[in-house]
């Protein structure tokens, strides 16, 4: 496996686990080798996955709005700012020190309607950050499905890789949203794409123990045979 730099670690570190759970891998291979092996693998919990909408407040923006202002008036979903700062001619696409536009903190934080306004002002829906992870990545991260659906309407690539090679899928199935990996198999994203250790999307799912996305997964046709970098396929990981 690839040694990384310091940023890519702190990045796999927030989405990968390292352990998958007998039950787990007992009912994988079961859905994926048509044997019934439910008597030898019961479950012993599940996981929900629950998306609770952000809801901010505006307040009246007074006087002249700066880039910070800008910024966490995006995190934050206070479209007054947002208009009042791209009406006064600021740049849409500026970024911070790790190079996340308001475009990105929107969709972390699940604001459509300032997703919707910052891409018609001008906004780059494919703009990379430090980690070359886009809006769709950080719609994925942060669990709505309708930011997603919203920007995949406006042009979104649901395949696009960062820099370790991770789709939305990667990044929707690590972070355990199941209704958005369900939205993403719906449009046809690449289900077998496999990121910079040539993990799949199931090869995840299975070391993260997502029972419901390892369902999906192979309802949808993924494939379990596929190997990664060491050589390993889904069902093989322990």
Not at 22 to 45: A, M, V, Y
Not at 47 to 71: H, L, Q
Not at 138 to 158: E, I, N, T, Y
């Amino acid at each position: 496996m690839d040694h990384k730099t310091g940023i890519e670690k702190k990045a796999q570190a927030e989405e990968r686990g390292r352990s998958i759970s007998p039950d787990l891998h007992c009912e994988i291979l079961d859905l994926s080798g048509g044997e019934n092996l439910t008597e030898l693998c019961k479950r012993e919990k599940k996981i929900k996955e629950t998306y609770s909408p952000r809801v901010s407040v505006e307040s009246p923006a007074i006087g002249p709005t700066d880039t910070a202002d800008f910024m966490n008036a995006a995190s934050q979903g206070k479209l007054n700012v947002i208009d009042k700062y791209l009406a006064d001619g600021g740049n849409p696409n500026v970024h911070d020190e790790l190079k996340r536009t308001a475009l990105h903190r929107a969709s972390l934080e699940g604001h459509t309607a300032v997703i919707q306004t910052l891409i018609e002002k001008g906004a780059d829906i494919n703009f990379k950050d430090q980690l070359g992870s886009r809006a769709i990545h950080w719609a994925c991260r942060g669990g709505s499905p309708d930011v997603v659906k919203a920007l995949q309407s406006l042009g979104a690539d649901l395949n696009a890789r960062d820099k370790l090679y991770s789709t939305p899928l990667h990044v929707a199935t690590r972070t355990g949203h199941t209704a958005i990996v369900e939205y993403l198999l719906s449009c046809g994203a690449k289900i077998n794409s496999r990121d910079r250790e040539g993990d799949t999307a199931l090869h995840d799912a299975v070391r993260l123990n997502r029972y419901k996305i390892v369902k999906l997964l192979i309802a949808a046709g993924a494939d379990t045979n596929v190997k990664n970098h060491e050589g390993v396929t889904a069902v093989q990981q322990e």
